[in-house]
């Protein structure tokens, strides 16, 4: 299963997407645009502790489009 998030932000360009998932990893100054450059970080390793993945795409000018995925649950009896 995959979900979604969308922006409609000023985009990411791709030889920055895989930057933005690392701690502090930040592509503008915080002046520009505030926060800690934690999130995403927090999302990737919570995820993957799960056996997930996320990732981005984007487009300059255009906003992103973030996705988590997440393994199927399977029961156990």
């Not at 998030?5 to 502090?24: K, S, T």
């Not at 915080?30 to 919570?46: D, F, N, Q, T």
């Not at 300059?60 to 009896?77: D, H, N, V, Y």
Request: hydrophobic share 40%.
């Amino acid at each position: 299963m995959r979900l979604w998030v969308e922006d409609n932000g000023i985009g990411i360009a791709l030889e920055h997407q895989e930057r933005i998932f690392n701690v502090f990893e930040r592509l503008h100054g915080e002046e520009s645009y505030p926060g800690s450059g934690i999130g995403l970080a927090i999302v990737r390793k919570g995820v993957e502790r799960m056996g997930g993945q996320v990732g981005v795409e984007s487009l300059i000018g255009q906003g992103s489009r973030f996705w988590i995925e997440l393994r199927t649950a399977t029961m156990k009896t």
